[in-house]
């Protein structure tokens, strides 16, 4: 059975960092992406950042620009979120994707 494990998120002051891991269990396709999305309370359910676990090409919204970094190690199939200089409004809970599999979301508060 296919399962994306995320861990990482926490609570943190304005101008902080957290990093966030997913692994991705039982691959089963090639030429995968990975990436993050975010749901705020009361808002949809938006595009963080992609990453290509074979090419590492990498993609990302541009109110997270200059801020997050994605990365990978593919041996281990585990995605990395690097958030710098978190914000209030990045407050939301972070889901990892794979194709048509989610992760169980993990909580990022940003307290001003």
């Known amino acids: 059975q296919v399962q994306l494990v995320e861990s990482g998120g926490g609570l943190v002051q304005a101008g902080g960092s957290l990093r966030l891991s997913c692994t991705l269990s039982?691959?089963?396709?090639?030429?995968?992406?990975m990436g993050w999305f975010r749901q705020a309370p009361g808002k949809e359910r938006g595009f963080v950042t992609t990453?290509?676990?074979?090419?590492?090409?990498?993609y990302y919204a541009d109110s997270v620009k200059g801020r997050f970094t994605i990365s990978r190690d593919s041996a281990k199939n585990t995605v990395y979120l690097q958030m710098n200089s978190l914000k209030s409004e990045d407050t939301a809970a972070y889901y990892c994707?794979?194709?048509?599999?989610w992760g169980q979301g993990t909580q990022v508060t940003v307290s001003s």
């Open positions: 994707n794979c194709e048509i599999f």
């Open positions: 039982r691959p089963t396709f090639s030429n995968y992406a």
């Open positions: 990453i290509s676990m074979s090419f590492g090409s990498a």
